[in-house]
């Protein structure tokens, strides 16, 4: 009975640290981007502002 006693109070603080790693990963700012990453191979390397490009089209 001793041994579940033990397990239970083991089972409580792993809880309580994997929590307290939850809590300091959101307030690090870990989980504010999860679009971006996703679709960035997707994106060219170097993109071209806007105004370069309608001046590029206003010439033909």
Same mark, same amino acid.
């Given at each position: 009975?001793? %041994?579940?006693?033990?397990?239970?109070?083991? #089972?409580? +603080? +792993?809880? +309580?640290? $994997? +929590?307290?790693? $939850? $809590?300091?990963? #959101?307030?690090?700012?870990?989980? !504010? @981007?999860?679009?971006? =990453?996703?679709?960035?191979?997707?994106?060219? !390397?170097? %993109?071209? =502002?806007?105004?370069?490009?309608?001046? !590029?089209? @206003?010439? $033909?």
């Amino acid at each position: 009975m001793n %041994m579940i006693y033990f397990l239970i109070g083991c #089972s409580i +603080l +792993l809880a +309580l640290i $994997f +929590l307290a790693a $939850f $809590f300091w990963a #959101s307030k690090t700012g870990q989980h !504010d @981007d999860t679009y971006t =990453p996703a679709v960035r191979i997707l994106f060219e !390397d170097e %993109m071209q =502002p806007e105004n370069q490009t309608k001046s !590029d089209e @206003d010439q $033909f």
